[in-house]
């Protein structure tokens, strides 16, 4: 049963209302999701606040002890965190145990408190003067993640936080909150003092209700772009530090020298891995020049061959998409796309007739940045083919987007990595690669309507988005 976690204690909101989640690959309802109201969160934010004063007062080492020990259990757990993952996102196994490792790998940075919480020191400023700089938690913060991420993003949220000496309440997505249910569990397990990590389930007025809340002093939200927005307003507006990350349209440009052995299997991975339901998924691949000629068949090959089915099937590679209303949604951007003028080359709506929300691999070409399927978020296994004459104009098309999360380029040229490095405006760049995904060390750097905020999810602008900076002047 799926309870919220107030101090010590799980209890049931007293919010009356729920939601269905469902395994997507059956399409069954397997669990029901409470919703909790303003008075249920209220609950949630006092036990962080009274947890507060003796957590941000533990010495670092203590705080440093318990995540390693959180973290040996999620290495015991984690074959059953994939599998919950699989179970209710519908994402494969493979896939789940990916996330399920990139979260740890947040886990074990925060393990590196000691050295990452350090201060600065200037002896001796002006005469007899020294300067010191000390971080301090912030206070209460929340974290409100996405549907599509159920381990890894509650990961990128509240170990690092919590070891710089702040409280948490998570507030899971509606649509898979098993993942951060089992955490939690994982969490108190470890033996962290009650109240240090709460959850409070629901959707959106739980969200309003946190951003209202005058004890919540830090927001981390990851989302799509219009509620990354409004959340980034009324955090900010009600004197929260907020990071807010938003939706993506990523391009990938495929240079007439890149080797199509390297560039179709990357293109197919990033295009349909997690279904297509992941934020750095490649959405529109770009031709330049003559690549589109050496790049299209292979692809449709390829993509028609993917292996669509429940996710804990063997061999499977496309899993089910979310919701059968999210499905219909990434169809209807197949219909408005041939609608536009663009080429349905490949056709994964056939998928749509079997049990459960599936949608095989699509592939529209001759895609332009003017149709819906060319700028607007899909979020499902469609893959725009766009050409370009030149790599000018390639990357013109990438930065026309009001969105800049990841850019990717396959070529055998520096001179054309470098320049597509500099200048196209996307926070996270690849080259050569399918997914430029960011390690726990380095920040998740969205840009534009991607990211709302100056501070992004972990790195060292974890570390300062968690804490307050206090400098001290001494004289003696
Ligand atoms: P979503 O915006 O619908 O929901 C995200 C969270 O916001 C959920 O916890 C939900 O309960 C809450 N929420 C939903 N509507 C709200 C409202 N009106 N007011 C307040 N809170 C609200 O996003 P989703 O469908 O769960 O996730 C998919 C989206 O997330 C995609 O757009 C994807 O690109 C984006 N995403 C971005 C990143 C990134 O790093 N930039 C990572 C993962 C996902």
Redesign the pocket.
């Known amino acids: 049963m799926i309870r919220n976690l107030v101090g010590s204690e799980w209890r049931s909101p007293e919010g009356p209302s729920s939601l269905p989640i469902f395994n997507p690959a059956t399409g069954e309802e397997i669990e029901k999701v409470p919703l909790s109201n303003a008075s249920d969160v209220d609950a949630a934010v006092r036990a962080a606040v009274e947890a507060f004063r003796p957590w941000s007062r533990t010495a670092v080492m203590d705080r440093v002890r318990l995540m390693f020990r959180f973290k040996a259990l999620l290495e015991d757990h984690f074959e059953d965190l994939a599998a919950i993952v699989t179970r209710h996102h519908g994402k494969t196994l493979d896939e789940a145990r990916g996330e399920v490792r990139r979260g740890i790998e947040v886990v074990d940075f925060a393990c590196g408190a000691p050295t990452l919480l350090q201060g600065r020191t200037l002896r001796d400023v002006s005469g007899g003067v020294d300067q010191d700089l000390y971080r301090y938690p912030v206070g209460v913060c929340a974290g409100?993640?996405?549907?599509?991420?159920p381990v890894m993003?509650p990961l990128w949220m509240f170990p690092l936080a919590v070891v710089a000496g702040n409280t948490f309440v998570l507030?899971?997505?509606?649509?898979t909150p098993l993942g951060a249910q089992l955490l939690a569990e994982i969490f108190v397990e470890a033996g962290f003092p009650p109240g240090v990590l709460n959850l409070v389930h629901g959707?959106?007025d739980t969200?309003?209700a946190l951003l209202d809340h005058p004890g919540v002093s830090a927001i981390s939200?990851?989302?799509?772009?219009r509620?990354?927005r409004?959340?980034y307003t009324t955090a900010a507006a009600n004197g929260k530090r907020v990071q807010a990350?938003?939706?993506?349209k990523n391009h990938i440009v495929v240079m007439p020298d890149a080797d199509p052995e390297v560039a179709v299997p990357a293109i197919l991975n990033s295009a349909f891995g997690n279904a297509g339901e992941?934020?750095l998924a490649g959405s529109v691949a770009v031709a330049v020049g003559g690549a589109a000629g050496k790049l299209l068949d292979p692809l449709r090959e390829a993509a028609s061959r993917m292996v669509v089915g429940p996710g804990d099937e063997p061999g499977v590679q496309v899993g089910p998409l979310i919701r059968a209303d999210h499905r219909d949604r990434v169809a209807s951007y197949v219909e408005a796309g041939v609608n536009e003028g663009a080429e349905l080359v490949v056709d994964g709506r056939a998928e749509m007739s079997r049990r459960g929300f599936f949608l095989g691999p699509t592939i529209l070409d001759r895609v332009t940045a003017r149709m819906s399927v060319g700028r607007e978020?899909i979020?499902g296994p469609v893959l725009s083919v766009a050409r370009a004459e030149t790599l000018d104009a390639a990357i013109a098309q990438a930065n026309e987007s009001s969105l800049g999360?990841m850019a990717t380029i396959f070529t055998q040229s520096g001179r054309a990595g470098r320049e597509f490095r500099d200048r196209v405006e996307a926070g996270m760049t690849g080259i050569n690669v399918p997914v430029a995904q960011p390690f726990a060390f380095f920040p998740?750097s969205?840009w534009k309507g991607?990211?709302y905020g100056d501070l992004h999810v972990h790195g060292t602008d974890g570390i300062d988005f968690f804490t307050r900076k206090k400098v001290v002047v001494t004289r003696w």
């Open positions: 409100i993640p996405p549907f599509n991420f993003i507030k899971p997505s509606e649509r959707a959106g969200v309003q939200f990851v989302g799509s772009a509620v990354a409004q959340v990350l938003g939706g993506a992941r934020c978020e979020f999360n998740f969205g991607s990211f």
